[in-house]
């Protein structure tokens, strides 16, 4: 990806996830005393699903556009780049993939 | 590639002067890294509270633990920090605050509420 779309994608992004935890957080913390089922209903209602869904999407994009920026400035060497890009893909594909397996057994 | 530097390398920390923002900038990394790096543990501890009231009750004695109430500290800086600072960074990209003492102003302004409500954090969890 060019240097401009991976800035563009890194600033809507940031914006989706800081709205997105801002009221995660606060509904988290501030909203109620939570139980096993409130928290469940709460995180499988239809329209918080789709929420995270796009989180976890936003998330994906915008770890991996910071965490390759920090390579590219502090790492010169190309092979260990390789490698480095290699491990940080494989971590955020892998917890790609299981928050999205962890939603969905949720919702069953 | 050969890497060839001609620009002066000049790491004695001491000697290199870190204005407010250029702390914002380099927490706003390292920030963003202990983020990712908390990922496994925060996708395993959503996993455990949805498993029913059995695994909700033991997500909770997890969040309780020492080590775990430590860590939370970590993400909570981390959060606050990378998300304050995040916000400035975009106002100064549509040119809010780009001249130097507002820059300033608000560089300060970022890394001092980060620390406070980490306090704040760390006074609930106690």
């Known amino acids: 990806m060019h240097g401009l779309h991976t800035w563009i994608l890194q600033r809507f992004s940031a914006i989706y996830l800081g709205v997105f935890l801002v009221y995660f957080v606060t509904q988290l913390l501030l909203g109620q005393q939570w139980t096993a089922p409130a928290w469940h209903a709460w995180i499988t209602h239809p329209v918080m699903r789709i929420a995270s869904v796009g989180f976890i999407l936003a998330l994906l994009a915008h770890a991996w556009v910071g965490m390759r920026d920090i390579v590219l400035d502090y790492i010169t060497h190309l092979g260990l780049r390789l490698v480095i890009f290699t491990l940080i893909g494989l971590v955020l594909g892998g917890c790609g993939l299981w928050a999205l397996h962890v939603l969905m057994v949720a919702a069953g | ?126």
């Open chain 2, 1 to 126: 590639m050969p890497s060839q530097r001609t620009a002066p390398v000049y790491l004695n920390l001491f000697r290199i002067r870190f204005p407010a923002g250029a702390i914002t900038s380099i927490a706003h990394r390292l920030s963003g890294v202990f983020l990712f790096l908390s990922l496994p543990f925060l996708i395993h501890l959503l996993d455990l509270s949805l498993q029913g009231p059995a695994g909700f009750e033991q997500a909770i004695e997890w969040l309780q633990c020492g080590w775990i109430r430590a860590g939370s500290v970590v993400i909570a800086w981390s959060l606050m920090h990378h998300l304050l600072a995040g916000i400035r960074f975009l106002l100064i990209d549509i040119e809010a605050g780009v001249t130097l003492p507002t820059a300033r102003t608000s560089a300060w302004f970022v890394n001092i509420t980060a620390a406070l409500l980490t306090l704040a954090w760390v006074g609930w969890i106690l």
